[in-house]
């Protein structure tokens, strides 16, 4: 058990919905990811949000937005959805925000669009 | 942009055979270097890592080393077990100069050891 919550752990709705993922860090833990994983695209790097704002982006669509609250658990809003977004989103935590930090994956939720 | 390169799987392999798992790295500035794996239906959790230049990170019997002259991370084991099957990604994390540390991940090498 890594520490990391993501709730809910499976999730199909319909296209052109509006879905919200969301994740608890590990207790302490400042630092939060986004991760999408498919079979064509492999593992990629969403967002990251640090104590509440917002770190880094990667390849995260426009349809697609997150969120870090005060509590330091987070959100991702994912909209429009088309079938090209059914994946394994997962969330990561770290300590800090710095390049040698460990991340810690919580078990991630499966999104199915039909 | 970074980028990781992996060998492809899956890797099939006999219990206590010798494992290699190639990684290497293109990044633009000097990264840290880790190999995460992920067993069926779980999250990624860290195998190792290593921060600077000639680094050997190690857990579990797994090793490997941070090789900069040849931009490589190679994972290492000398004997595998049936509970090593698990896909194994190499990863890095970098400053490209925007002053955050964006993951980069492979795309993941599958294991499958029998008995």
């Known amino acids: 058990d890594s520490g990391v919550t993501q709730t809910p752990k499976h999730l199909i709705t319909a296209t052109g919905q509006r879905v919200t993922l969301r994740c608890s860090p590990r207790s302490g833990d400042l630092s939060v990811y986004w991760y999408q994983q498919s079979l064509d695209q492999g593992l990629q790097f969403l967002i990251q949000?640090?104590?509440?704002?917002?770190?880094a982006k990667g390849n995260i669509l426009e349809r697609f937005s997150a969120q870090q609250f005060p509590d330091l658990h987070s959100e991702l809003n994912l909209s429009s959805l088309e079938l090209g977004d059914s994946a394994l989103y997962f969330c990561?935590?770290?300590?800090?925000?710095?390049?040698?930090?460990?991340?810690?994956f919580g078990p991630g939720t499966r999104l199915t669009v039909l | 942009g970074n980028s990781v390169t992996q060998m492809e799987g899956p890797v099939t392999l006999s219990e206590e055979a010798f494992l290699t798992i190639n990684c290497t790295y293109t990044?633009?500035?000097?990264?840290?270097l880790f190999w995460y794996v992920q067993y069926p239906g779980e999250g990624l959790q860290l195998l190792l890592k290593a921060t600077k230049a000639d680094d050997k990170g190690s857990n579990k019997g797994f090793e490997a080393t941070y090789r900069k002259e040849t931009t490589s991370f190679h994972l290492e084991k000398g004997s595998v077990q049936v509970s090593d099957s698990a896909v194994y990604f190499c990863?890095?994390?970098?400053?490209?100069?925007?002053?955050?540390?964006?993951?980069?991940f492979g795309r993941g090498t599958s294991l499958i050891v029998h008995p």
């Open positions: 990044a633009t500035g000097y990264p840290s």
């Open positions: 949000y640090y104590n509440g704002e917002e770190r």
């Open positions: 990561a935590s770290s300590a800090r925000a710095a390049s040698t930090d460990t991340q810690y």
């Open positions: 990863a890095l994390s970098d400053l490209p100069g925007g002053g955050s540390y964006i993951p980069t």
